[in-house]
T-cell receptor, first 116, second 113 residues
């Protein structure tokens, strides 16, 4: 199957700093990428949907100014957590989908963010 | 709104036991239904899917049948292995919203030798 990578896999930062997480589709063009947040022993919550070359669509309750999403190419999307606080500590997972909305979503391995 | 409910875990079984993980959903129309698996330290992998009523998805010995009348998509496997130990997520994608996924809570499965 298709491969999606995330970088970094783990990051620890101080409160108030910003952290950028990359999501790459390695062997296919991803017109749409999704960003999820997963709390310990809980399910994945969709944060936003991004289409290449356009602004991301955020889910209700997700602060777009805090979680900046950029999808500048067909193989790369980034999530920047700005002015991070301890409550932003979580497991962030991206997924990518090809041209058709019926295409399967392929998930990255996730990024563990810890804000001190 | 749309929602997915999975049976509470964790589930612990002995090798070669029969597995059932229940999943029910609430959605309008005819959503697509999925089971994803997350092995320790890894991302989610699509295990199987069904896109219309009475479809049966199957992969690696796992099966699930799309039951519209009971709004269910229960996951089954006849004989589990230690390597099946993982977290299993049931999910749906509404027919009118492209491929946005709504996930259930996840069920931790541990298979002992």
């Amino acid at each position: 199957g298709a491969v999606v990578s995330q970088h970094p896999s783990r990051v620890i930062c101080k409160s108030g700093t910003s952290v950028k997480i990359e999501c790459r589709s390695l062997d296919f063009q991803a017109t749409t990428m999704f960003w999820y947040r997963q709390f310990p022993k809980q399910s994945l919550m969709l944060m936003a949907t991004s289409n290449e070359g356009s602004k991301a669509t955020y889910e209700q309750g997700v602060e777009k100014d805090k979680f900046l999403i950029n999808h500048a190419s067909l193989t790369l999307s980034t999530l920047t957590v700005t002015s991070a606080h301890p409550e932003d500590s979580s497991f962030y997972i991206c997924s990518a989908r090809g041209w058709s909305y019926t295409d399967t979503q392929y998930f990255g391995p996730g990024t563990r963010l810890t804000v001190l | 709104g749309d929602s997915v409910t999975q049976m509470e875990g964790p589930v612990t079984l002995s090798e070669e036991a029969f597995l059932t993980i229940n999943c029910t959903y609430t959605a309008t129309g005819y959503p697509s239904l999925f089971w994803y698996v997350q092995y320790p330290g890894e991302g989610l992998q699509l295990l199987l899917k069904a896109t219309k009523a009475d479809d049966k998805g199957s992969n690696k010995g796992f099966e699930a049948t799309y039951r519209k009348e009971t709004t269910s998509f229960h996951l089954e496997k006849g004989s589990v292995q230690v390597s099946d130990s993982a977290v299993y997520f049931c999910a749906l994608s509404p027919e009118t919203s492209g491929s946005r996924l709504t996930f259930g809570e996840g069920t931790q499965l541990t298979v002992n030798p």
